[in-house]
């Protein structure tokens, strides 16, 4: 049993190394870089739909107007647009969203208290980065954008992409205090009687963002196409922005969800090798990263074909185009669809498009992951707390596993118990190791000792601390989530190392109500562990210390009481 539990806790140390390696990284200031416009990202038509690429030129060989010289602006021109989650801008050049700040999550959160403290022991306050979360970025070294656009059939008067550049009446619009919707319209027409007006609607207090383009046909003849809808993004390899606490990476890239095969992630890597041609009634398109996410969402009830494209410069697409739509002549028609930009709120998500929580990825623990999310959420609700949850959760959890944990307790109160005689018979069979084998078998036999009980609690934390680790990493509500005094921020370190302190110190009593191991270097490495695991623990997310103290606490207290019991049996 010893050596059994030498090497559980010895792994679980490893695991918590590498858990710690890379903590640092996750909040490392990101590098400046210069921006460009949408004529800079978008250098050629590559970036066009396959479908829209053989349409571009007409039957006689000569350019369509959205792609000629005359019809793109030397100069980009945007347009800003504000309402009270986001602050972004519409470059007129496609009427491409090419920066979008969530103005509810700043990169860093100001804690007074902490600033406070500081102060009385004369040290300077911690610099705050109140700037907001940018999703979409126009900047060269990570261009982010979601383009859209009209695809008209070939030889048919052209239609509006993101290359063409449309008007808007006003260069800033507010959603105002009284107003609880706000809409943007912006106007393309070829002077021949084809009209366009891109309308994107935005909602208070929503992530959601609507689009609708709507096609006049007064051009004497039908007009047939289809839109599209598609994010182009350059891979951040660096994975900084996305490393999670001890060298673990969220995923960055894409992802799709069809009917057929529902949630399916499509890396960089995998949009190089081959470019995705699938068809599905309905569905999404996304790139998602550490806690935020960008989809386009198409209708419902309508085919859609995806599609993903490996670019130049080391940038990428991902998006949908619907079937063809005939619009007769002297007609009007609507292509509608959803963009969702924004944070991985499940709750929230599950009610834009079906599957678009899938987007939290809680690794292959995803089983216990959701579980465990589902039971923090139903706390908050009640109490309000995010770090009261994570304490009610441990109750919750310490609870289910309470006959499992009563029987390992009482294996090791009787290890305890009859651990004099274990030592009196490896100093009698010093020299005879098999025979010391034998007698101390013998001994658990007859005490009805079970010598692996007590690694069982090691077992069950291990999964159960890692599916909370990707709860506590990925679940955005955690992020800057404040619990009580100094802990302003669930999702990073403890500024002052208490909750660690505390932790070793529940992991030394721990420690004092096993049986030591009866080998003396073993006995003196396990001593060790309370100071090793202190240290691991003071670059983790407070939350997931917290829970560990709490966790500990009970036990402890569960554990002095069985062995109090144990004792008073003989």
């Not at 619009?173 to 919707?181: A, K």
């Not at 959890?397 to 018979?425: D, G, T, V």
């Not at 691991?536 to 939350?543: D, K, N």
């Not at 210390?545 to 966790?551: G, T």
Request: glycine share 6%.
């Amino acid at each position: 049993m010893d050596n059994i539990r030498f090497v559980l806790v010895v792994t679980f140390g490893m695991l918590i190394f590498m858990l710690w390696q890379a903590w640092e990284q996750d909040y490392n200031p990101k590098p400046e870089v210069a921006t460009i416009s949408t004529l800079e990202v978008a250098k050629n038509k590559e970036d066009l739909p396959v479908t829209a690429q053989s349409s571009v030129t007409t039957e006689s060989g000569t350019q369509n107007s959205i792609t000629s010289s005359e019809s793109i602006s030397s100069i980009s021109k945007t347009i800003k647009i504000k309402s009270d989650v986001l602050a972004l801008e519409i470059d007129l050049q496609g009427g491409t969203i090419t920066n979008l700040d969530l103005l509810n999550y700043p990169v860093q959160k100001t804690n007074n208290v902490v600033d406070s403290l500081r102060e009385m022991v004369g040290m300077s306050p911690a610099e705050i980065n109140k700037t907001p979360v940018r999703l979409f970025d126009n900047n060269q070294e990570k261009i982010f954008v979601a383009q859209s656009g009209l695809i008209a059939d070939a030889g048919l008067p052209t239609a509006p992409n993101h290359y063409t550049v449309f008007t808007s009446e006003k260069d800033q619009y507010n959603l105002q205090d009284n107003e609880d919707t706000l809409s943007v319209p912006l106007t393309w027409s070829d002077n021949q009687g084809f009209l366009i007006t891109k309308i994107y609607t935005f909602k208070r207090g929503s992530y959601d963002i609507k689009l609708d383009q709507v096609v006049k046909n007064n051009t004497g003849k039908v007009w047939t196409g289809r839109q599209y809808s598609q994010l182009l993004k350059v891979e951040d390899k660096s994975g900084k922005g996305n490393m999670l606490t001890g060298g673990m990476r969220a995923y960055d890239g894409g992802v799709i969800y069809t009917e057929k095969n529902k949630y399916q992630k499509i890396s960089f890597d995998d949009m190089a090798e081959k470019t995705l041609d699938e068809m599905s009634k309905g569905g999404w398109t996304a790139f998602i990263q550490h806690y935020f996410a960008s989809a386009w969402i198409p209708p419902a009830d309508q085919d859609n074909h995806f599609y993903t494209k490996e670019l130049n410069d080391n940038r990428y697409v991902i998006g949908t185009y619907s079937p063809m739509v005939s619009i007769e002549n002297n007609s009007t028609a609507q292509f509608s669809s959803q963009l969702f930009a924004g944070p991985k709120i499940q709750p929230l998500m599950e009610k834009v498009a079906t599957g678009l929580e899938l987007t939290v990825d809680y690794s292959v623990l995803t089983f216990i992951g959701k579980p465990i999310y589902w039971l923090l959420n139903q706390i908050h609700g009640v109490v309000g707390n995010w770090g009261v949850s994570i304490i009610g959760v441990t109750f919750c959890i310490k609870l289910l596993f309470f006959p499992l944990s009563q029987a390992s307790f009482r294996s090791m109160a009787k290890m305890r118990k009859i651990q004099p005689r274990l030592k009196e018979l490896q100093e009698r069979f010093a020299d005879d190791r098999q025979r010391f084998n034998t007698e101390m078998m013998g001994l658990y036999k007859k005490e009805k000792v079970n010598p692996l009980g007590g690694c069982l609690p090691i077992l069950i934390q291990i999964p159960v601390f890692m599916a909370l680790y990707w709860v506590l990493s990925e679940t955005v509500e955690f992020r800057q989530a404040p619990f009580v005094l100094w802990i302003q921020d669930l999702s990073i370190q403890d500024p002052f190392y208490i909750l660690p302190i505390i932790m070793g110190i529940t992991m030394k009593i721990q420690q004092g109500l096993n049986p030591p191991p009866i080998d003396p270097i073993q006995a003196k490495v396990m001593k060790m562990f309370p100071i090793v695991f202190t240290i691991f623990f003071l670059f983790f997310p407070a939350g997931l210390v917290l829970y560990w103290v709490f966790n500990n606490t009970l036990s402890i207290i569960q554990q002095t009481y069985i062995t109090k019991q144990i004792e008073k049996e003989s």
